[in-house]
């Protein structure tokens, strides 16, 4: 059974870290770029990092870069997101996705229609 889960969340303070990890099963995670997205409430489901399958190339939302991490470990089959310097803005739960696009991740990686197999997602909630 192809599946994904989320885990990592919790709640931290602004300014505090967390780092979700996105594992698989069911298949090889290294033969796909995988993708993390968040939903907060009341707003559409919006991408905030990509890294691809063939040589590591990351993308990442304007609102998190410099703050966040995508990284992979094939040994783990786990796909993580460092996430430093959070803010309130930043609460959401957090889901990663296998993309299916084939071609053109650098313009269509923060699209959900062309990701596949999501996990459950992870709440991360930033507050005082």
């Known amino acids: 059974q192809v599946q994904l889960v989320e885990s990592g969340g919790g709640l931290v303070q602004p300014g505090g870290s967390l780092r979700l990890s996105c594992a698989a099963s069911g298949f090889t995670l290294a033969d796909y770029a995988i993708g993390w997205f968040r939903q907060a409430p009341g707003k559409e489901r919006e991408g905030v990092s990509c890294?691809?399958?063939?040589?590591?190339?990351?993308y990442y939302a304007d609102s998190v870069k410099g703050r966040f991490t995508i990284s992979r470990d094939n040994y783990k089959n786990t796909v993580y997101l460092q996430m430093n310097s959070l803010k309130p803005e930043d609460t959401a739960v957090y889901y990663c996705?296998?993309?299916?696009?084939?071609?053109?991740?650098?313009?269509?990686?923060?699209?959900?229609?062309?990701?596949?197999?999501w996990g459950q997602g992870t709440q991360v909630t930033v507050s005082s």
């Open positions: 890294i691809s399958s063939s040589d590591g190339t990351t």
């Open positions: 996705a296998t993309y299916s696009g084939a071609l053109g991740l650098a313009v269509r990686w923060r699209q959900r229609v062309f990701y596949n197999n």
